[in-house]
């Protein structure tokens, strides 16, 4: 006696194995639509977090260049005024430093030099120091400094 099948496995005929054309092109429209939603969200998040990242180091050298001021008695001068933060300059005895790690001076998250100044023309009690920003031309709209930093989010 044979038994019987009364529950045959599904078969698929070969028309219907894979994806349809349509079914791809539906899958590349979804995913370019959220490609127009996400990639817009992060594109300006660069730009964003340099301007963040020279904010935060211009606070890190007021902090050194405070401590500076509080062992020596006075704000680094000259153009080598930063390298002091790094290296004792022969005419500060109560130097207690280094002030900042590294062997270097920082440079901006473009890649340029910080600006710094000592008696400051915005701060003439201590001192001026400045990113060019962006567009590297110091005095421009975009530049970030200490003197409005504290006014701006």
């Excluded at 977090?49 to 890190?60: D, E, F, N, S, V």
């Excluded at 007021?62 to 005419?91: F, H, N």
């Amino acid at each position: 006696m044979k038994l019987q099948r009364t529950h045959l496995p599904f078969r698929r005929n070969a028309r219907s194995r894979g994806f349809t054309l349509i079914e791809l092109l539906l899958v590349l429209v979804i995913l370019g639509v959220l490609a127009a939603i996400v990639v817009p969200k992060f594109s300006g998040r660069t730009e964003q977090a340099r301007l963040t990242a020279a904010k935060t180091q211009i606070a890190t050298f007021g902090t050194a260049l405070d401590a500076y001021e509080v062992d020596v008695g006075s704000y680094p001068k000259g153009r080598s005024g930063l390298l002091s933060l790094i290296e004792q300059p022969r005419d500060a005895q109560t130097w207690k430093g280094p002030y900042l790690k590294g062997s270097e001076i920082p440079v901006d998250p473009w890649g340029n030099a910080y600006l710094y100044e000592c008696p400051g023309k915005q701060n003439p009690s201590s001192y001026d120091i400045a990113s060019a920003g962006p567009d590297g031309r110091e005095g421009s709209d975009d530049d970030i400094n200490n003197w409005r930093q504290s006014t701006e989010k």
